[in-house]
């Protein structure tokens, strides 16, 4: 099996910082994409950021120029740098990886249980 661990989210005010990162451990040959999407009560899960093996990047619009996506490949672990955070950037952020198990394996998606991240005005 395959698991993904998110840890750095927390409560901030509204200008500031917070580093997410999401390991991930077990069963693993290779991680292909990696990213990080959000949910709020409101909304349906959407698409943050992503970040491919290579090192290609994308981003929704709301977060370009203050989110910066990154990942170690040999640590299996992609980070999210958020700074100028805004309160509408609450929500519940969860890591997804798509990871082949072995080498006949077709990859398969991942997520995180989610980390919440709250900033106030």
């Known amino acids: 099996q395959v698991q993904l661990v998110e840890s750095g989210g927390g409560l901030v005010q509204a200008g500031g910082s917070l580093r997410l990162s999401c390991a991930a451990s077990g069963s693993i040959y290779r991680i292909n994409g990696m990213g990080w999407y959000r949910q709020t009560p409101a909304k349906q899960r959407e698409l943050v950021a992503t970040i491919t093996s290579g090192g290609s990047t994308n981003y929704a619009d709301s977060v370009k120029g203050r989110f910066t996506i990154s990942r170690d490949n040999a640590k299996n672990t992609v980070y999210l740098q958020m700074n100028s955070l805004k309160p509408e950037d609450t929500a519940v952020y969860y890591c997804?990886?798509?990871?082949?198990?072995?080498?006949?394996?077709?990859?398969?998606?991942?997520w995180g249980q989610g980390t919440q991240v709250t900033v106030s005005s």
């Open positions: 997804n990886a798509g990871v082949q198990r072995n080498w006949i394996l077709s990859p398969s998606d991942y």
